[in-house]
């Protein structure tokens, strides 16, 4: 919830640390630019990528991020966070996205999904990129289903683009006897970690000169009070930050230091 309080004190633009940033406007970590690199390649290379990494360290956005980036002429991006289905459901739900006529038996929709694939790619030359968001979420036996899903001719082609995205135990569930083919057919495993010690004040800075600010609001010993109460967890940092802007604007504090951020953390 945006605090009118704040953005007037500190005579904002709007305020910061939302959610509503475009994708040029991200904070780009080192391991976001990482990703992002290791995303370029899986552009060309296509098939099976998984992603992790703990809740709020910026998965979705920087999916959100590479799938904006991507030509609507030549790519056909679905993205579903829905991961909590049956079998059943999990096969029309991508079915359906990727534009496919209502079937019924599982054989027809699983011919459906790779005809509209096949389609996609050979016929109006885009390349399927299927984002599977909260993906440790997805039952053992939906997971399998993917891994079928995705063998094209005798397992010789990649012709769409799989990601996986999840919290860290999903790289822990796929180490399961199980999953050894899926493992197998993994062509990039990129765990995503939180903002460095010294990455947090240049992200704090970052979100403030989006909003509008010029100024240094927050001292040394507040961004190291931030990251000591986050762990650099860029969801943590911005709640934190966002509600310390807050208690600043209350007490009517010009600068920010670690007290402001400690009493914030209280609170929260």
């Given at each position: 919830?945006i605090d009118?309080?704040?953005?007037a004190?500190y005579?904002?633009s709007?305020?910061?640390?939302?959610k509503?940033?475009?994708p040029?406007?991200?904070f780009v970590?080192?391991?976001f630019?990482?990703l992002?690199?290791?995303?370029d390649?899986m552009k060309?290379?296509r098939g099976?990528?998984m992603?992790?990494?703990s809740?709020?360290?910026?998965?979705?956005?920087a999916?959100?991020?590479?799938?904006?980036?991507?030509?609507?002429?030549?790519y056909?991006?679905?993205y579903?966070?829905?991961?909590t289905v049956?079998?059943?459901?999990?096969?029309?739900?991508?079915?359906s996205?990727l534009?496919g006529q209502?079937?019924w038996?599982?054989?027809?929709v699983?011919?459906s999904?790779?005809n509209?694939i096949?389609?996609?790619?050979?016929?109006q030359?885009?390349?399927?990129v299927?984002?599977?968001?909260?993906?440790?979420?997805?039952?053992?036996?939906?997971?399998?289903?993917?891994?079928i899903i995705?063998?094209?001719?005798?397992?010789s082609?990649d012709?769409?683009?799989?990601?996986l995205?999840?919290?860290?135990h999903?790289r822990?569930?796929?180490?399961?006897?199980?999953?050894?083919?899926?493992?197998?057919r993994?062509h990039?495993?990129f765990?995503?970690p939180?903002?460095?010690?010294e990455?947090?004040?240049?992200?704090m800075?970052?979100?403030?000169k989006?909003?509008?600010c010029?100024?240094?609001l927050?001292?040394?010993?507040a961004v190291?009070a931030?990251?000591?109460n986050?762990?650099?967890i860029h969801?943590?940092?911005?709640l934190?930050a966002h509600?310390?802007l807050t208690v600043?604007a209350?007490?009517?504090k010009e600068?920010?230091?670690?007290?402001?951020?400690?009493?914030?953390?209280k609170?929260?």
């Amino acid at each position: 919830m945006i605090d009118k309080r704040a953005v007037a004190y500190y005579n904002l633009s709007k305020m910061p640390f939302g959610k509503d940033l475009l994708p040029d406007q991200l904070f780009v970590s080192a391991s976001f630019k990482e990703l992002s690199s290791r995303l370029d390649y899986m552009k060309a290379q296509r098939g099976l990528m998984m992603l992790t990494g703990s809740p709020g360290v910026g998965k979705t956005a920087a999916l959100r991020c590479f799938a904006a980036s991507l030509n609507p002429g030549s790519y056909l991006v679905i993205y579903t966070p829905l991961s909590t289905v049956t079998v059943a459901d999990f096969y029309r739900q991508l079915n359906s996205a990727l534009g496919g006529q209502p079937r019924w038996r599982k054989n027809d929709v699983f011919a459906s999904i790779q005809n509209q694939i096949r389609e996609l790619v050979s016929q109006q030359k885009k390349i399927p990129v299927i984002i599977l968001d909260e993906a440790h979420l997805l039952s053992t036996q939906n997971l399998i289903e993917l891994q079928i899903i995705a063998n094209f001719q005798m397992d010789s082609l990649d012709p769409a683009l799989f990601i996986l995205a999840g919290q860290s135990h999903l790289r822990e569930k796929l180490t399961s006897p199980v999953f050894d083919s899926l493992q197998q057919r993994m062509h990039m495993k990129f765990h995503l970690p939180a903002l460095s010690q010294e990455e947090v004040g240049p992200f704090m800075v970052h979100h403030l000169k989006t909003a509008g600010c010029s100024k240094a609001l927050f001292t040394a010993d507040a961004v190291d009070a931030v990251y000591q109460n986050t762990a650099g967890i860029h969801r943590k940092v911005a709640l934190l930050a966002h509600r310390t802007l807050t208690v600043g604007a209350i007490q009517k504090k010009e600068t920010l230091t670690s007290e402001e951020v400690f009493l914030a953390f209280k609170e929260l």
